[in-house]
């Protein structure tokens, strides 16, 4: 069994910051990708950035210079700093991690249950 849990989210005013953490627990044998994706109220879930196991990392244009991820593969934890934040960050933000797995043996991609970012005066 594997597990995926985000903590971090909360409320902010606009221009202000927050830091996301997803720790994978389990019969984990190996991490590739980590990625943080999100969905806002009534949008589709889109992802936001993703780490690969040498560390390069990709974002979609809206975030670039304003959040950053990267992880630690000690803890097999992914980390989403996020600064100057807006009110269009808003969102359910989700974890997602491909990993070969244990128990069930074999490739899995799972996600956490997501961490709710409100960013608003």
């Known amino acids: 069994q594997v597990q995926v849990v985000e903590s971090g989210g909360g409320l902010v005013q606009p221009g202000g910051s927050l830091r996301l953490s997803c720790t994978a627990s389990?019969?984990?044998?190996?991490?590739?990708?980590m990625a943080w994706y999100r969905q806002a109220p009534g949008k589709e879930r889109e992802l936001v950035a993703n780490i690969n196991t040498g560390g390069s990392t990709s974002y979609i244009d809206s975030v670039k210079g304003r959040f950053t991820i990267s992880r630690d593969n000690a803890k097999n934890t992914v980390y989403l700093q996020m600064n100057t934040l807006k009110p269009e960050d808003t969102a359910v933000y989700y974890c997602?991690?491909?990993?070969?797995?244990?128990?069930?043996?074999?490739?899995?991609?799972?996600w956490g249950q997501g961490t709710l970012v409100t960013v608003s005066s």
């Open positions: 997602n991690v491909d990993l070969i797995a244990t128990i069930p043996r074999g490739n899995l991609k799972v």
């Open positions: 389990g019969s984990i044998r190996s991490i590739n990708a």
